[in-house]
């Protein structure tokens, strides 16, 4: 890269504030990135300071919001003309140096990643009731068809399926409630307005958490312990969710950045065809359960995200830590 098409500061930071409108386990936001002005490459690392150890031990989950940031950059720079060139994993020997990007270009508007752009913004995590309309098969096959491009698998359960998954769903419910440690880790990341709580910057606040589940037939993470939130209604969610399940072959950290990456691409496109997303990584963060979560007939050898998708409320924006906590020059 020359030093003329080097990015400049502003447009640098303009990037990494729109790339660190992901998603990611509790809001942690866990990544970091340094530009490297003589080179013009943008490095992404993990933040090790907002790992989860007791739900997250391998840092699956942490690679996973760290790939989701790296494709919305790689949005982000398409939109403005730039071509980025990604690098995973270019330092062995340091395994939170996730990435290295450097931008090529121009290139022209209009591209896949570019018509992408939109929905950045509009993304949000919808912890309310969906509505019982099936969701047509066409958007469906695209949604596939968005993860293949990522080098992913999209599945779609079928019935008995879809019913297994579900049932791990409550059953990581039960081991979540009798698990201290990760209640605890759960709560650190949630903003009530109690005393002592993080910083507003990151973390489920409660406007997002949702209503309670009526019943038991609630499919997302229920963020507002008993007793925290009084006054949070209740509703009755969707008897059968439609789910989709983001695999891979392998379970390594470049299988995990990938899977990020395809889940942004995912839900971004989600969000462009009108359907409202949750997450559901409950039974995944239990190693007793996530291997029943595949299908074995399935070419997909590990399952990292269950993606809920329906039609219902879009959900709110939740808060983004500064780019100036996000971003280094050097």
């Known amino acids: 890269m020359s030093p003329s098409t080097r990015p400049l500061r502003p447009l640098v930071a303009s990037l990494v504030e729109e790339a660190a409108l992901a998603p990611s386990m509790h809001n942690a936001q866990p990544w970091r990135f340094v530009h490297r002005e003589a080179s013009g490459v ?3 690392h993990g933040d090790p300071s907002r790992a989860m150890p007791r739900q997250d031990p391998d840092h699956r989950a942490l690679h996973i919001g760290c790939g989701a940031a790296l494709f919305g950059l790689r949005v982000a720079a398409e939109h403005r003309g730039l071509r980025p060139d990604v690098r995973p994993l270019p330092a062995p020997g340091d395994p939170w140096h996730l990435a290295d990007i450097r931008f090529e270009g121009p290139v022209e508007a209009g591209g896949d990643l570019d018509a ?12 309310f009731p969906f509505a019982e309309e099936p969701v047509p098969a066409e958007l469906l ?3 596939c068809a968005a993860a293949l491009l990522e080098g992913c698998r999209l599945i779609v359960p079928g019935d008995w399926h879809t019913d297994t998954v579900m049932s791990l769903v409550h059953a990581s419910e039960l081991f979540e409630a009798a698990d201290e440690a990760v209640r605890a880790e759960i709560a650190a990341w949630t903003r009530t307005g109690a005393a002592g709580e993080g910083t507003s910057a990151d973390g489920i606040p409660a406007y997002a958490f ?5 019943d038991v037939t609630a499919p997302v993470r229920d963020f507002g312990a008993p007793g925290r939130m009084p006054v949070r209604p209740s509703a009755r969610f969707e008897k059968t969710p ?3 399940l983001l695999g891979t072959a392998a379970d390594t950290p470049e299988s995990w950045l990938m899977a990020g990456q395809a889940l942004q691409r995912v839900l971004l496109q989600a969000t462009l065809d009108g359907l409202a997303t949750s997450l559901m990584s409950q ?4 190693p ?3 291997f029943d979560a ?3 007939l399935s070419t997909v050898g590990y399952v990292h995200m269950v993606v809920r998708l329906g039609y219902g409320p879009a959900g709110r924006a939740t808060p983004r830590r500064p780019v100036s906590d996000v971003l280094v020059f050097a």
């Open 242 to 244: 439609q789910i989709a």
């Open 283 to 286: 039974p995944l963060e239990w």
């Open 42 to 44: 943008l490095e992404l």
């Open 288 to 290: 007793e359960l996530r």
């Open 116 to 127: 992408l752009h939109a929905a950045l913004a509009r993304r949000h995590t919808s912890r």
């Open 210 to 214: 949702g209503p309670r589940q009526y």
């Open 141 to 143: 096959d695209g949604l």
């Open 294 to 296: 595949r299908d074995p």
